[in-house]
């Protein structure tokens, strides 16, 4: 199994090694200690929302962008053979539906059986 921080950490430094940055500046610019984001970068400890939006922030990168990269390495770890990879789509403007594949390449496509998740999906009168 998979630590979603290992993963977050993995994702942290790879953004900083991509910007040729030490994680002095990344932490200074982040406002936290640089012990702490080390720490967070080997996944030894658990980033706070608001930490992981000051950090992103530092590194002038979108947080949905790092969780997007977090998710695609979660789904790569999660694919095992013979088990369809979970999928997300969309029902309709404010739902969401879960589906499955068996191609990891398309784990984030919205094809596959769709279930609703949330809220109930909207039924026309036709139906």
């Known amino acids: 199994?998979?630590?979603l921080r290992?993963?977050?950490?993995e994702v942290l430094r790879g953004q900083r090694l991509r910007q040729d940055r030490t994680l002095r500046e990344v932490s200074s610019a982040a406002r936290v200690s640089l012990g702490y984001l080390s720490e967070v970068e080997r996944g030894r400890k658990e980033a706070s929302s608001e930490l992981l939006a000051s950090i992103c922030d530092a590194?002038?990168?979108p947080l949905s962008a790092v969780l997007r990269?977090?998710?695609d390495g979660l789904a790569r770890?999660?694919?095992v053979p013979g088990r369809p990879l979970p999928?997300?789509?969309r029902l309709g403007a404010d739902h969401l539906a879960i589906g499955t594949t068996d191609d990891p390449a398309d784990a984030?496509?919205?094809?596959?059986r769709?279930?609703?998740v949330g809220a109930p999906a909207r039924v026309s009168a036709a139906a």
């Open 114 to 116: 769709r279930e609703a």
């Open 69 to 71: 990269e977090v998710s």
């Open 1 to 3: 199994m998979i630590l």
């Open 59 to 61: 590194l002038g990168v």
């Open 87 to 89: 999928v997300l789509g």
């Open 6 to 9: 290992r993963l977050l950490g």
């Open 77 to 79: 770890t999660e694919g």
């Open 108 to 112: 984030l496509a919205p094809t596959g």
